[in-house]
T-cell receptor
């Protein structure tokens, strides 16, 4: 079974803090994704990576950056957290050319 | 603009009856569609998919129908069970962007006894 793990299930941070969300997958998938889920807005793609050190902006990259130094690990960075970044963050992975993505359990981030 | 739309934010169905969840899309380049199911505090899990070369795909209690001319797909769950209560997302992709999925806004299904 594909396993995608995220470093924290719940996180509370203060406005202006730098926040790191970590994601690890164990199935040697080339693609990794970061989404945020908000009520009424569904899942929106923040960034995705198709290889180590390769990344592409998604639909809502503003205020976020990513890092992929190893194939199995994909990090989402909030450079200076703001209250409008309070959300559920979901990481996913997939093989190249395969539509199905496997998701982690999510990190509920609250920025106060 | 929302390329994949789920116009019903919620649906309530009695146990044993049919649940029908709908999804509309605007991009005619989409040629593969997926449904995901999400329980609270868990990540979405893949449920069923369909390629645009088909108009129906069935897996146990779950059937997805695709109407390309109407740019519409639907997920049928028969019979519905209380454990089906979750948020359902449809997603779409095209052959030129196989790595990315466009998700709808989700429909919350509640199946009551």
């Amino acid at each position: 079974d594909v396993k995608v793990t995220q470093s924290s299930r719940y996180l509370v941070k203060r406005t202006g803090e730098k926040v790191f969300l970590e994601c690890v997958q164990d199935m040697d998938h080339e693609n990794m994704f970061w989404y945020r889920q908000d009520p009424g807005l569904g899942l929106r793609l923040i960034y995705f990576s198709y290889d180590v050190k390769m990344k592409e902006k998604g639909d809502i990259p503003e205020g976020y950056s990513v890092s992929r130094e190893k194939k199995e690990r994909f990090s989402l960075i909030l450079e200076s957290a703001s209250t409008n970044q309070t959300s559920m963050y979901l990481c996913a992975s997939s093989l190249v050319g395969v539509y199905e993505q496997y998701f982690g359990p999510g990190t509920r981030l609250t920025v106060t | 603009d929302q390329q994949v739309k789920q116009n019903s934010p919620s649906l309530s169905v009695q146990e044993g009856r049919i649940s029908i969840l709908n999804c509309d899309y605007t991009n005619s380049m989409f040629d593969y569609f997926l449904w995901y199911k999400k329980y609270p505090a868990e990540g979405p899990t893949f449920l069923i998919s369909i390629s645009s070369i088909k108009d129906k795909n069935e897996d146990g209690r779950f059937t997805v129908f695709l109407n390309k001319s109407a740019k519409h797909l639907s997920l049928h769950i028969v019979p519905s069970q209380p454990g089906d209560s979750a948020v359902y997302f449809c997603a779409a992709s095209d052959s030129y962007n196989t790595d990315k999925l466009i998700f709808g806004t989700g429909t919350r299904l509640q199946v009551f006894p």
